[in-house]
């Protein structure tokens, strides 16, 4: 695949962290993808531009993430209709609940799915992003299933110490 399929955004290049659990997932399934800021409150211009080309450019969905007052996945689902899913980013001062509020309670016909805050967040929203490509994708769907059944049975091969009684 050479076209860019999955965006994945952020606020600032802090949020990087965070988001680069989406990009991982991303290229483990091989899926084309391009990673940058766009912040909602430095650059919104640049912002609008990006949501508003995703479509055309051949986007099939956004993985947006935001700390802080987490406005970016709500402003570019406005101006997108790709399917946009929203990371909470882990923020000093509220540990990212302030984010995860903000980007669950999107306004009637703005939908932004929303997934956890910080790294298994990230990494969802990347898994998701591919299970929606899989759809129209046998080959990706099949490698979606190998994936799964392969956490499937790390959690069956776990040993828990032996309890005392």
Known sequence: MNSIQIGVVMGSSSDWETMQHAVAILQQFGIAH??????????????FAYAEA?????????????GGAAHLPGMIAAKTVAPVLGVPVASRHLQGVDSLHSIVQMPKGVPVA???IGAAGAANAALFAVALLANEDPALRAKLEAFRAEQTAAARAMTLPPVAV
């Open 114 to 116: 929303t997934f956890a």
């Open 34 to 47: 391009e990673a940058q800021v766009v912040s909602a409150h430095r650059m919104p211009d640049d912002m």
């Open 54 to 66: 995703a479509v055309g450019r051949g986007l099939k969905a956004i993985i947006a993430g935001a």
